[in-house]
């Protein structure tokens, strides 16, 4: 199948919303930027990746894999809430350091973040008076600045804003500008979301949506080991909301200001920690190659010393799983992030709330004469898999995308069946000779097993090759026809989207014959 080397972003986010995946939130009023809405087959295809998520790491975790001690990984499922107590985000360290530092442009008023902005600058070396002209990668200011660098320079060369001496910082062209010294001084910006909690919206009442769903997790950590019979090593599951006040979202829904996570905080001894996070960076790399992203689009990336959240610093070992999204080409963009955050959260919500948060495994420590061990108390580590919902979403939708103008549908999605938002099409060829009521029972019966997965689609309109390409185009794996031979051998067609084969399939075996393709 011939597909287009570079994925235009522009055709994608056309396609999701002519077919229903994304729309921009209330765009009859205008849309409200960093916000995104999911159409039906786009709900439908975020639903299906978020159960693909619970079922392999809750419900059966690693599909049965044993972790680095030999036995079962352990998970147990969790639902917090968006608000928590506003000491939560003191203790986590998210009201204090939770901000990016920002720089403003004057004459445009566009913000940008310091650590994004870089600039073009003589390949020499930066004497001389000329101007030095920043941009922000990826965006149309990166083309203009360059050429004006040209002009201005001759040969130049790309340095980060961070790195230009303040003293000439007055030569600076931001993007967009015509003046140069045009860019403030960076400042702190706090991204969490602030709502009042209660009628009189006083500053005692101040709250804040979570910018994570981590923290829920470890501040009910002694109430999930308290009341399940579950031991260290296990992990705490939640998927949900999560909410930042970026101040640059971009990138269609890749940064948004309300989205979803996915998250695991798996808790083990400090001397397992390492075993526990290379086999969850491993097995976490692998899952998103099980559902369809490609091995050469997708890698992983150990972040440096300075990436580090605040949180990592002390544990030292974070991965991050990046697909390289048509914006971010030839680089990659983070679905997910795989930390060793240590003892960190629990130690500083134990010193925080006075609540100790240690566990005493009673496997560890001196064997006595009887033949038990005395035990032993430890805060656990914890290394969390953090994933993002909707980025995932993105990355499927663009590793999906295929152009190939050879096709009744020129563009098409090629969405790993277990994900698709349409699991099945029934067609009859034409809309007489009882095909119609034949189709309508075999649908019926097709819908009965897999509507709980996706949408199971009964057309009887159009040319037969239109409606292939309907399907094509919103990513249906598979399309059964009724036609002339049904009525004599009860078969009928099984189209697969991928290569347009057909094959003959009986009539009562239609369903056995699909479930297995469909990953279910
Ligand atoms: N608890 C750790 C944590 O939240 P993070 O790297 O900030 O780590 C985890 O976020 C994942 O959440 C990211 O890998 C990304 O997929 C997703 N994410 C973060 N910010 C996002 C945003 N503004 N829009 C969409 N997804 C985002």
Request: with cysteine.
């Amino acid at each position: 199948m011939a597909e287009s080397p570079s994925k235009s972003m522009d055709k994608i986010m056309a396609l999701c919303k002519r077919r229903g995946f994304v729309f921009q939130a209330s765009e009859i009023y205008g849309g409200i930027n960093g916000f995104w809405d999911y159409g039906p087959l786009g709900a439908q295809l975020k639903r299906n990746l978020r159960e693909a998520w619970w079922r392999d790491v809750v419900m059966n975790p690693c599909g049965g894999l044993a972790g680095p001690d030999g036995r079962p990984v352990q998970i147990v499922p969790l639902d917090t809430c968006i608000i928590q107590h506003p000491q939560v985000w003191v203790a986590s360290g998210h009201a204090e350091t939770f901000n990016d530092p920002m720089v403003d442009c004057r004459e445009t008023k566009a913000r940008y973040r310091f650590d994004h902005v870089e600039v073009f600058v003589p390949a020499e070396g930066t004497g001389g008076d000329k101007p030095l002209f920043a941009f922000v990668s990826g965006t149309p200011s990166e083309q203009k600045q360059r050429r004006k660098a040209e002009k201005a320079w001759g040969s130049v060369k790309v340095v980060p804003l961070t790195s230009v001496p303040r003293e000439q910082w007055p030569r600076v062209l931001a993007p967009e500008a015509e003046k140069v010294g045009s860019l403030t001084e960076p400042r702190a910006f706090n991204l969490m979301f602030k709502t009042y909690v209660g009628a009189t919206a006083t500053e005692d009442d101040v709250a804040y949506l979570r910018p994570e769903t981590a923290q829920g997790m470890f501040v009910q950590f002694k109430n999930v080991l308290d009341s399940s019979r579950i031991k260290v090593p296990f992990g705490i599951a939640q998927v949900g909301k999560a909410f930042r006040n970026e101040v640059t979202p971009r990138n269609f829904t890749f940064r948004s200001r309300e989205f979803e996570q996915m998250e695991i905080e798996f808790f083990c001894h400090p001397e397992h920690a390492f075993d526990w996070y290379r086999f969850w960076r491993d097995w976490r790399l692998g899952w998103w190659k099980s559902i369809g992203l490609g091995s050469d689009s997708l890698q992983l990336r150990e972040q440096t010393q300075d990436e580090l959240a605040h949180y990592a610093k002390d544990g030292a070992g974070t991965s991050d799983i990046e697909y390289r999204f048509p914006f971010t080409a030839p680089g990659f963009g983070e679905i997910e992030g795989v930390a060793h955050r240590a003892d960190f959260d629990l130690s500083t919500h134990q010193k925080h709330s006075k609540t100790k948060l240690e566990y005493f495994d009673a496997e560890r420590g001196e064997l006595l004469p009887n033949g038990s061990h005395k035990g032993e108390r430890y805060v656990p580590h914890v290394i969390e898999p953090s994933a993002g919902l909707d980025r995932g979403v993105l990355a499927l939708l663009c590793e999906a995308y295929t152009e190939d103008a050879s096709r009744a549908s020129p563009e098409l999605l090629l969405l790993h069946p277990r994900l698709a938002p349409i699991k099945v099409a029934v067609f009859p060829l034409v809309n007489k000779d009882g095909m119609p009521e034949t189709s309508e029972k075999l649908y019926r019966e097709v819908a009965e097993e897999f509507s709980t997965h996706g949408f199971v689609e009964h057309d009887v309109k159009a040319a037969i090759g239109k409606r292939y390409a309907r399907m094509d185009e919103a990513g249906c794996p598979f399309c059964c026809t009724i036609d002339g031979q049904t009525a004599q051998d009860q078969t009928v067609t099984v189209r697969d989207r991928d290569t347009g084969a057909q094959e003959r399939i009986a009539l009562d075996r239609v369903v056995a014959y699909l479930r297995p393709k469909l990953g279910l």
